[in-house]
Every structure is written in structure tokens, then in C-alpha cells.
């Protein structure tokens, strides 16, 4: 009888040597795979080989409905996070814990409810709820830091949305020649089925809703997704940035946008904290992402964007480093969002304005020179020259503002100093809109509002130019009804204001129903439809706005959208030569009472 147990020390697995050289494989030998040769070929002056490592098998699992989770190969995450605390689940994350004061109780499935009368541009979008029940398999959230440079399946720029309208994002599939992925897709990324489902939504839906152009690469697959791969905050944002569009969309996730979105804003602060040590394009990448998400889903009156821009416009003007695309491409998207931001908040662009003719096309990596979206920026489209117009005129609000500040305060000096630079700086302004002209590719022409080739040769890429072409006009007309009503002072029915307005809500039915890029669309679609009056422009604005909210799907274009509507009401209540009915600032107030800050991007 034994007096006590002793419990035997567990056996220590016998990790077989799937690497080794073919000489010790041949011998069923552990090898210690040491280069250029073992230690058994070396003690036996043998030649030794190694063979390329053949990738585990693994049962199959249940496909994801989105199509992208199944699993051919053994990927394993490991935790890059050394920081010790505890990871907190997405269930016990409320509003209130985040460092972002954002509501996203995505309650509205849509923020269109026409008339079943109303004949929308597009095809319906079915905006019933479903539900995707992603299996979670690992609690590790980080990133593989690894690139398979030798696969043979790239990953394909190729719509395979959740929503049937947005099949039509991607013109054309096409391979990022930046990064290539092994079976199952977007395993790099994540074992996580449902994470995986966020990278391919990014990748295949939303990171087309955002450019002009792609024929050789979506500039997001191409410069900002193979950073994620070393930096769990971009990762994280793009996980929110996709979580919070598909949560709008009525797809609901195991992991909600606030958890991933609170994870990304944890990451930025430690890298910030870095100081010297952080790459600035890393930074640049994952506060744009987190812009972008702010956009998407704001409820309420907030300034984060602009806090964002601050930041990121800082790290900018700091940064001495050797401009690349990724760079070049950011700082793009940087300087379309702090006009687009001062525009709609009423505040100064935090940047300078560029000079006319710096600003040139940039178009993704490897484009063909040849191509028939030459003259097409791939975030501002036919507008680049424009933009420089753009930026001064966003900053004649503020510029208003300091005089009539001054004017109450009696300074009269500094009140006839300003005064005279507004004067000098808007009548600058609105010569400039008369004369600009959109960048049109070579040998390209308009005739009668419609794109022709010089030769007579069919255009490649048409319908695709011809919106892009619509937008770049819809932004020119509501700038000068920007500049008319909101700079001026003019009334909405003076003739000038409606003509210029209902030129622009034309150009905007016009970006939709070509079914080409809309995601620079939603200002000058505002914008004019603030001013419409008659029930043509008020059908125009409502038809715009329907195509809009089927093709993007963001929580700002309905919010946009109930504004428009209040305003409407409004003004239809008031007499027209009331001093209410006069107001250039309607639609602000109408935006305070309720309670939302939007920014029109």
C-alpha cells in the first residue's frame, strides 16, 4: 500500500522536425536544420538538401455566407500586444468607456423612407435585417506580421457584397500587386472567420466606395492594407471602419465597431506616446482610417474629425521624411477632408491653401500612362484643380465671422482690414469658379454636356467618366451657391441662386444615374438641395439622394437627408420675404436643434 502519490511530470510532446533536410528525412532522423547543412551531413560530409515545407492540413469548417472563410491552411496568430491588460469584450464595452463620445445604436436600417410612388434611380436595396453568425475561434486579436511574396492567388478587387447593389462598385477585377494570400482568404489577417469577413468587406466593398479610380489597384489595398500587417492599430480600424458600414447596412457581427474602434483609438494613443520611434506613415494610416469611421457613423455633435485633422496635419508639417505613395496618397485624402470638414462645420481649413497648379492628378500605383482615366485623381477626380478654389472658399466663413466679431467690438481698423480682404479674396473667388474647367483626359471634349472623343473613337471607361466628369461640375455649381447664399448673404429665391442650384442637383442625378464613383458626392448634393424650391428641384434632390444612400450606405447621408427635409418644411411654413425665410444659416440651425454636426465627405 503506498503512504502517498506522487504525481509523474507530464511527457513533453515530440515536436517532429517537418523542416528538416532530406537526408535525415530519409533516415527518419531529428534534424537540426541548421544551414547550409545539418549537423549529421556535416559529421558525414553528406550533401545536404531541404525540401520547401509543405503546409499543414486541416479539417475544412463551414464556409462563411460572405464567401471568404475557408480554411486550407494552419495559420496561427501571434500576440505582438506585450501591454498587460485585461481584454475587454465587446458585450461589456458601453458608449460611455470609449475615448470617442460617438452614439452607435445603429436603430435605422435606412434613412430613405419615400413613397413606394417614388421611382428610385437604381435598383432597390433590400434593407431587411440579416444575420451572420461568425464563429469566434481564438482569442488572439493581433495581426501576422508575415506577406506570402510566393502564392499564387492574389488578393481580387472583386465585389462580393452583402447588399446586391453594391455588386456594381467594382468596375473591373483587378490584382494588388502589393500583396498575395494563400488559402483560406485574408488568413493573413486573422483565424477569426468573422475578422477575415471585415478585411474582404473592406477590401471588396467599401475601399471602392471611396476613389475615382483603380484600373491598376484600389490605392487602399495597395498602400494602406499590407501596413496593417505591422500595426494592430490600423488593423483594428479597418475591422471598425467595416463593422460600422455593414452594422448600417443591417448585418449584424459577434464583434461591434465600438470595441474594434475603441482597440484602434488604445493603439494610436501608445503609438503616439512613442514619440521619435513611431513610423509617421503608421500614424497618418490609422487616424485617416479612424476619420473615415467617424464620417461613417457621428451621431451627435461632435468635433472628432476635426481633432483628427489637427493631429494628423501636425504629424504632416513635422514630418521630414522622403515623400512616398502612401504618403502622398494620405496627405491627399488629409487635404480633401479639411476643406470638406471647414465647409461643413463653418471653420477655417486647418492646412494652407495650395497654390494653383501644384495639385496634380495622383492615380494609383502602376497605372498605365495611356490610360483613359488619365487627368483623374483617384480621391478628388476631375475636381484637382479646383480644390485650391475650394480651400480658399471654405476659409470665407470664418473671414466673415472675424469681421462681424470686430465690428462688435469697435475696432474699426482691424474690421476695414479684414473687410477689404474679404471683398478681395471672394470677388478673387468667384472669377475663378466662372473660369475653371474640369481636368479632362486627352483627346477627350464636351459637347452638349456629354464626353467626345476628338477622333470620333469610341471613349473606353465612358459611363465611368461621364459621372466622374458630373460630380467635378456639381461641385463647381454649389460652390457658387455656397459663396451666393452662405458667403453673400443672397435670398434662396433670387435667380442666380436657383439657377446655379438647380444646375448642381442636376449634375448630382447625373453622377448617379451613370452608377459611377459617389463618395465625394454628398456636399454639393446638400449643398443645392438646401436652396431647392420648386418641385422639379426638390424630385431632382430626392432621386439624388435615394441613388446616393443605395450606392454608399452611410449613416451621414441619411442624417444629411432628414436635414434637407426639415428645411423644406420650414421654409414652407414662412412667409417669403420673412426675415426666417432669409436665413443663409438655416440649415445650421436646424442641424443644432437636432443635435447633430455633420461632415459632408
Known amino acids: 500500500m503506498l503512504l502517498y502519490t506522487k504525481f509523474a511530470p507530464p511527457k513533453v510532446p515530440k515536436r517532429r522536425s517537418r523542416a528538416g533536410c532530406t537526408f535525415c528525412k530519409e533516415k527518419k532522423k531529428k534534424c537540426d536544420e541548421k544551414r547550409p547543412k545539418c549537423a549529421r551531413c556535416a559529421e558525414k560530409d553528406l550533401q545536404c538538401t531541404y525540401e520547401a515545407v509543405k503546409p499543414r492540413q486541416r479539417r475544412k469548417k463551414e464556409p462563411l455566407q460572405s464567401g471568404v472563410a475557408q480554411d486550407h491552411g494552419e495559420v496561427q496568430e501571434p500576440d505582438l500586444d506585450h501591454y498587460p491588460w485585461r481584454e475587454t469584450t465587446a458585450d461589456e464595452i458601453s458608449e460611455t468607456d470609449c475615448l470617442s463620445p460617438i452614439d452607435t445604436k445603429f436603430s435605422d436600417m435606412s434613412p430613405m423612407n419615400f413613397p413606394a410612388t417614388v421611382e428610385s434611380v437604381l435598383s432597390p436595396v433590400d434593407t431587411s435585417s440579416t444575420v451572420y453568425n461568425y464563429s469566434v475561434t481564438d482569442d488572439s486579436d493581433q495581426i501576422r506580421d508575415v506577406v506570402r511574396k510566393n502564392s499564387s492567388i492574389s488578393v481580387v478587387s472583386q465585389a462580393r ?19 498575395e494570400f494563400v488559402l483560406p482568404t485574408f488568413s493573413e489577417f486573422s483565424e477569426r472567420p468573422n475578422r477575415r469577413a471585415l478585411v474582404d468587406h473592406f477590401c471588396n466593398v467599401l475601399s471602392h466606395l471611396i476613389v475615382f479610380r483603380e484600373e491598376s489597384g484600389n490605392p487602399f489595398q495597395q498602400l494602406v492594407l499590407p501596413l496593417s500587417h505591422r500595426s494592430s492599430p490600423i488593423m483594428n480600424a ?16 459577434p464583434e461591434k465597431s465600438l470595441y474594434f474602434h475603441n482597440r484602434a483609438i488604445q493603439g494610436l494613443t501608445r503609438l503616439i506616446e512613442q514619440e521619435g520611434k513611431v513610423d509617421k506613415i503608421e500614424l497618418l494610416a490609422a487616424i485617416m482610417l479612424l476619420v473615415y469611421y467617424e464620417v461613417l457613423v457621428q451621431r451627435g455633435r461632435t468635433n472628432i474629425v476635426d481633432g483628427h485633422l489637427k493631429g494628423a496635419l501636425t504629424i504632416m508639417s513635422s514630418s521630414q521624411e522622403e515623400s512616398t505613395p502612401a504618403s502622398l496618397f494620405l496627405e491627399r485624402a488629409f487635404r480633401f477632408y479639411d476643406v470638406i470638414t471647414a465647409l461643413s462645420l463653418g471653420s477655417a481649413p486647418l492646412s494652407t491653401a495650395p497654390a494653383a497648379g501644384c495639385l496634380i492628378p495622383f492615380p494609383p500605383l502602376d497605372a498605365p500612362t495611356a490610360s483613359p482615366l488619365s487627368n483623374v485623381d483617384t480621391l478628388l477626380g476631375m475636381a484637382t484643380t479646383l480644390w485650391p478654389i475650394m480651400h480658399r472658399l471654405s476659409n470665407l466663413l470664418s473671414l466673415k465671422k472675424d469681421i462681424e466679431r470686430a465690428t462688435q467690438e469697435n475696432q474699426t481698423s482691424k474690421s476695414a482690414v479684414l473687410r477689404m480682404e474679404f471683398e478681395t479674396t471672394s470677388q478673387a473667388i468667384e472669377t475663378a469658379l466662372t473660369q475653371w474647367e474640369p481636368c479632362l483626359p486627352p483627346n477627350i471634349i464636351v459637347q452638349n454636356g456629354v464626353l467626345r472623343s476628338i477622333n470620333g473613337d469610341e471613349i473606353p471607361e465612358q459611363q465611368r467618366l461621364q459621372s466622374i466628369l458630373h460630380n467635378a461640375l456639381a461641385y463647381r455649381h454649389s460652390a457658387f451657391v455656397y459663396l451666393y447664399r452662405t458667403i453673400y448673404g443672397y435670398p434662396a429665391r433670387r435667380e442666380v441662386v436657383q439657377k446655379h442650384a438647380h444646375t448642381a442637383l442636376i449634375h448630382c442625378v447625373g453622377t448617379v444615374s451613370h452608377r459611377g464613383p459617389m463618395g465625394a458626392l454628398l456636399w454639393p448634393l446638400f449643398v443645392a438641395a438646401c436652396e431647392a424650391i420648386s418641385a422639379e428641384d426638390r424630385t431632382l434632390s430626392q432621386r439624388a439622394f435615394v441613388g446616393i444612400n443605395q450606392r454608399q450606405g452611410m449613416t451621414n447621408i441619411g442624417q444629411a437627408w432628414n436635414i434637407v427635409q426639415e428645411v423644406w418644411k420650414r421654409l414652407d411654413s414662412m412667409c417669403n420675404d420673412s426675415p426666417e425665410a432669409q436665413d443663409t444659416d438655416l440649415w445650421r440651425k436646424v442641424s443644432a436643434d437636432m443635435g447633430v454636426n455633420i461632415v459632408f465627405g
Open 161 to 179: 457584397s452583402l447588399q446586391p447593389d453594391l455588386a456594381m462598385i467594382a468596375p473591373c477585377p483587378v490584382g494588388s500587386p502589393t500583396l
Open 238 to 253: 479597418i475591422y471598425a471602419l467595416a463593422s460600422a458600414h455593414l452594422e448600417y447596412r443591417g448585418v449584424e457581427t
